[in-house]
T-cell receptor, first 116, second 107 residues
Framework: NAGVTQTPKFQVLKTGQSMTLQCAQD?????MYWYRQDPGMGLRLIYY???????DKGEVPNGYNVSRLNKREFSLRLESAAPSQTSVYFC???????????????FGDGTRLSIL | TQLLEQSPQFLSIQEGENLTVYCNSS?????LQWYRQEPGEGPVLLVT?????EVKKLKRLTFQFGDARKDSSLHITAAQPGDTGLYLC???????FGAGTRLTVKP
């Protein structure tokens, strides 16, 4: 069972470069989420999507854009990377709807992104 | 803003010891979740507690939700090296995680 798959696993960028982080889930979940995890700060919600075609901002959306391409895929784009965006990024999916659900979240293994 | 504060931030113990970690907030939550995260992986759900005063057991792990639904605790009995990891609590309104307790169990 693949669950939630994130690509790439590692990436190094220069300041100002752009890139897209990919996420796909095979559990037919409605909701998908993007988080960043920084030391001592836990997971912070960047954006979420309650269903195909809808997206909404989380706690730290500045500098990011997202696309819910279809029910399976939810991508995160950095248009102009900054050193402050160096982090580990996690995608998650849930059978619930929206960010208020208490349904279990299933996480990918993360993308480790360094911006020089 | 509903903050979740976890304590302690770090905990290092010997195999066989018992421990308790805490998740506290000044806000009321409709439910709380506990996740465990191992290095290089994403968090994995351990339990969801919904009712104030609720106690759930998962083998050697005991989870309790406070009567007022503002706090939760995780107690591990006879810890084993396999329990090593980052323990995170999370609330749904909005989806917010605590900073976690990093547990190391030494053989």
């Amino acid at each position: 069972n693949a669950g939630v798959t994130q690509t790439p696993k590692f990436q190094v960028l220069k300041t100002g470069q752009s890139m897209t982080l990919q996420c796909a889930q095979d559990m037919n979940h409605n909701s998908m989420y993007w988080y960043r995890q920084d030391p001592g700060m836990g997971l912070r919600l960047i954006y979420y999507s309650a269903s195909e075609g809808t997206t909404d901002k989380g706690e730290v959306p500045n500098g990011y854009n997202v696309s819910r391409l279809n029910k399976r895929e939810f991508s995160l784009r950095l248009e102009s990377a900054a050193p402050s965006q160096t982090s580990v990024y996690f995608c998650a999916s849930s059978g619930g709807t929206g960010r208020y659900s208490n349904q279990p979240q299933h996480f990918g293994d993360g993308t480790r992104l360094s911006i020089l | 803003t509903q903050l979740l504060e976890q304590s302690p931030q770090f905990l290092s113990i010997q195999e066989g010891e018992n421990l308790t970690v805490y998740c506290n907030s000044s806000s009321v939550f409709s439910s709380l979740q506990w996740y465990r995260q191992e290095p290089g992986e994403g968090p994995v759900l351990l339990v969801t507690v919904v009712t104030g005063g609720e106690v759930k057991k998962l083998k050697r792990l005991t989870f309790q939700f406070g009567d007022a639904r503002k706090d939760s605790s995780l107690h591990i009995t006879a810890a084993q090296p396999g329990d090593t990891g980052l323990y995170l609590c999370a609330g749904p309104c909005p989806m917010r995680f605590g900073a976690g307790t990093r547990l190391t169990v030494k053989p």
